[in-house]
């Protein structure tokens, strides 16, 4: 596939579960992010990862939240001990590495749709 | 600091009319310009982009956009709407000498198309 994929498309859980949402790059790409989205609201950012570098964890609203990446492609988001408040689409981003022309253009994956009860 | 500020939280227009969607920005340095679109229910798509060529930037389906270093503004643009161009649609600003992770996202217009 040429683009971004997030799965699952749809999460419903039961507050205080553990949530796992998984995020598949575009190939080739090292920089991926991670997004929230409440509804009508703009995009928060959450995490971001680049190459070999240690993450940028500074938008993850708690400890509540984690994020890893095996291998510089395939992305985990973690939310443990969920809360309503959580409920949110969750995107992925992925972009070429670096800041400069051209370079910085973020591709969205379709979004995880979370839902806590 | 950076930000965007978009100045229209919902525009309505009727097919066949002109669209504008306003956004201001703030950055000490050259920024990167972006506009992003998202329709019910699908993916946030790129629209266009300015990265310091040429100030007026055609992206997909009709839509332009303007970038004013004297006004701050990247105000974008389709001489006639269609009903297909309803959507959401966000305004983003990147320092190209800072880090790409920190691009700021705008609150977002959305847009409405009458028939």
């Known amino acids: 596939g040429a683009g971004v994929s997030q799965s699952p498309s749809n999460k419903v859980t039961e507050k205080g579960k553990d949530v796992e949402l998984r995020c598949d790059p575009i190939?080739?790409?090292?920089?991926l992010y991670w997004y929230r989205q409440s509804l009508g609201q703009g995009l928060e950012f959450l995490i971001y990862f680049q190459g070999n570098s240690a993450p940028d964890k500074s938008g993850l609203p708690s400890d509540r939240f984690s994020a890893e990446r095996t291998g510089g492609s395939v992305s985990t988001l973690t939310i443990q001990r969920t809360q309503q408040e959580d409920s949110a689409v969750y995107l992925c981003a992925s972009s070429l590495a670096s800041p400069g022309a051209g370079r910085e253009t973020q591709y969205f994956g379709p979004g995880t749709r979370l839902l806590v009860l | 600091a950076q930000s965007v500020t978009q100045l229209d939280s919902h525009v309505s227009v009727s097919e066949g009319t002109p669209v504008l969607l306003r956004c201001n920005y703030s950055s000490s340095y050259s920024p990167s310009l972006f506009w992003y679109v998202q329709h019910p229910n699908k993916g946030l798509q790129l629209l266009l982009k300015y990265t310091s060529a040429a100030t007026l930037v055609k992206g997909i389906n009709g839509f332009e956009a303007e970038f004013k270093k004297s006004e701050t503004s990247f105000h974008l643009t389709k001489p006639s709407a269609h009903m297909s161009d309803a959507a959401e649609y966000f305004c983003?600003?990147?320092?190209?000498?800072?880090?790409?992770?920190?691009?700021?996202w705008g609150l977002g217009t959305s847009l409405a198309v009458n028939p």
């Open positions: 190939s080739g790409h090292t920089a």
């Open positions: 983003v600003v990147t320092d190209r000498t800072g880090n790409n992770r920190k691009l700021i």
